[in-house]
């Protein structure tokens, strides 16, 4: 059982940044791929990044990649999202995810099993 808590989000201008913290209970966080899911209102909840247990591989979404960046500090059961060029569409609750890493043809995803409360962000325009 892994419980999350997201800090960080809050109001931006866009084209500013934020850097979201989730952090993890339990002993076996380095055991876990992390993750950022966002939902903006009225859609349907959609993935930001990832990264594997050791930190040695990252994924993005189209939608992200440049501008954000996902880390974690395993001494101290935290995974990061820096976001930086915030637009008005990055405008969402953002969620921390923990669970398996699934590989598929040459890639690799984020399979979710514990979920956080959510932080909301809003970047005005």
């Known amino acids: 059982q892994v419980q999350l808590v997201e800090s960080g989000g809050g109001l931006v201008q866009a084209g500013g940044s934020l850097r979201l913290s989730c952090a993890a209970s339990g002993r076996t966080f380095s055991s876990y791929a992390m993750g950022w899911y966002r939902q903006a209102p009225g859609k349907d909840r959609e993935f930001v990044a990832a990264?594997?247990?050791?930190?040695?591989?990252?994924v993005y979404a189209d939608s992200v990649k440049g501008r954000f960046t996902i880390s974690r500090e395993n001494a101290k059961n935290t995974v990061y999202l820096q976001m930086n060029s915030l637009k008005p569409e990055d405008t969402a609750v953002y969620y921390c995810a923990a669970g398996a890493t699934q590989f598929y043809g040459g890639g690799w995803a984020l399979r979710a099993n514990y979920w956080g409360q959510g932080t909301q962000v809003t970047v005005s325009s």
């Open positions: 990264i594997r247990p050791s930190g040695s591989s990252t």
